[in-house]
């Protein structure tokens, strides 16, 4: 599905953002250094306090390391959400994330699980991994597969789809949704539109995401599945749901992932709108409002209990 029709208060976020020069963050390799010791330095902060106010929230640890479960004071149901933050493997969760799942709740009556993994430089893709493994064995294995879905943006969708293919290739239950929003799916950077993409993005830049890479995969090569979950097989996943939108440099891959679910006949939900950012789907904008309600749609189609 392809949305062409752009509102105005995203328009004037594209504006904001060139006119910011927000971007720089990502095009400028010492900005880029500079954004990952401010954004860690600021440690875990936990759910903002709208968040707090109005829902359950329970703190929990895997490996040391916050998870936080996020539930209905009332009218809850049976469907779980884990989720994976993005900010490119080193970024800590921003307060739109927390606002997202918020509205998630508040539309669907679900739980949300958000493990809070290690980040690069200091931790790297098989540590990070192994966390995100036992975060879903802890919060999501003893869910029924038909009440889980997981999910994530950026580089937390790239998580979540390793996840999901890693559970398949176990051969046990996967996931019944993994809903992927605004992907970062392949850690090569290699694919041959993306330099024209990235002048197109206002926000991301290729530098910016080379060097994130380049600290997350360390030793592995960028080639590895767990690293570029797009490669190998894509059957078998349960249910795959896409948001993605045309001003983002990772459209190139969210295309090709498109493109190989078609050539394995692998069903993909797939949702590209036009003029749209990166992770424009945590905005407060139109677009994003659409999107939440599709997404909401996902959580209530399977639903089989309340609690």
Known sequence: MIRSKTSL???????????????????????????????????DQGPIR?????????????????????????????????YFHGGAYVHQIQHDHWRFFGRLIDRTGCSVTVPIYPLAPDHQCPETTAFVRRAYDGFAADVEPEDQIVMGDSAGAGIALALTKALRDEGGPV??????????????????????????????????????????????????PRLSPLSGDLSGLGALTVYIGTKD???????????????????????????????????????????????????????????
């Open 175 to 224: 996931p019944k949704e993994t809903v992927l929003l605004s992907p970062w799916l392949d850690l090569t950077m290699s694919h041959p539109a993306q330099p024209a993409l990235d002048e197109r993005d206002p926000y991301l830049a290729l530098t910016g995401l080379n060097e994130a890479a380049r600290l997350y995969s360390g030793r592995l090569p960028r080639t590895d």
């Open 9 to 43: 208060t995203a328009k004037s976020l594209l504006a904001w953002l060139r006119l910011t020069n927000r971007k720089r963050t990502y095009a400028e390799l010492d900005r880029f250094r500079r954004s990952i010791e401010i954004s860690q330095a600021k440690g």
């Open 50 to 82: 709208s968040i707090r106010r109005r829902f359950d929230v329970e703190r929990s640890e895997v490996d040391g390391l916050p998870c936080y479960t996020i539930r209905p004071r009332r009218g809850g149901v049976a469907k779980h959400v884990l």
């Open 249 to 307: 440099v990772l459209l190139a891959d969210a295309r090709r992932l498109h493109t190989l679910c078609t050539e394995q006949g692998v069903p993909l939900s797939y949702h590209e709108y036009e003029g749209m950012i990166h992770a424009w789907m945590l905005a407060s904008i139109p677009e994003a409002k659409l999107a939440l309600e599709e997404i909401a749609h996902l959580v209530d189609r399977s639903l089989v209990k309340s609690v």
